[in-house]
């Protein structure tokens, strides 16, 4: 599962990059663009250093980081999508990742908290 989630945080943040690089040349899509290459390609940062962990605690931490960053590229593809940016169903694989990886990451989160109270 940990090479997996390596993969898909990798190729989302690929997936990121290559959706910045076809936006139009605007501010408003430049402006709302950056932020999503930098929240979209630090969730694979998170989880690779999660990896590192010095403790469960430290390894909590950093997957909510992942967590957190997920939730922020979530938010600007919503922006992306409210201000028609692109077709809808152009973000709509990135957008279901992003709540498929939030999900996964949540679950693992839950149970290492959860393997801590025992």
Known sequence: ???????RTRQFAVRVIRLYGSL????EAQVIGKQLIRSGTSIGAHYREAQHAK????FISKLEGALQELEETSYWLELVDEIALFDPHKTLP??????????ILVSIVKKVKARRQS
Request: no cysteine.
């Open 24 to 27: 139009p040349p605007t501010v």
């Open 94 to 103: 990135l957008r279901a990742e992003a709540k498929e990886l939030t999900a």
């Open 55 to 58: 403790s469960d605690a430290d």
């Open 1 to 7: 599962m940990a090479e997996e989630l390596k993969v």
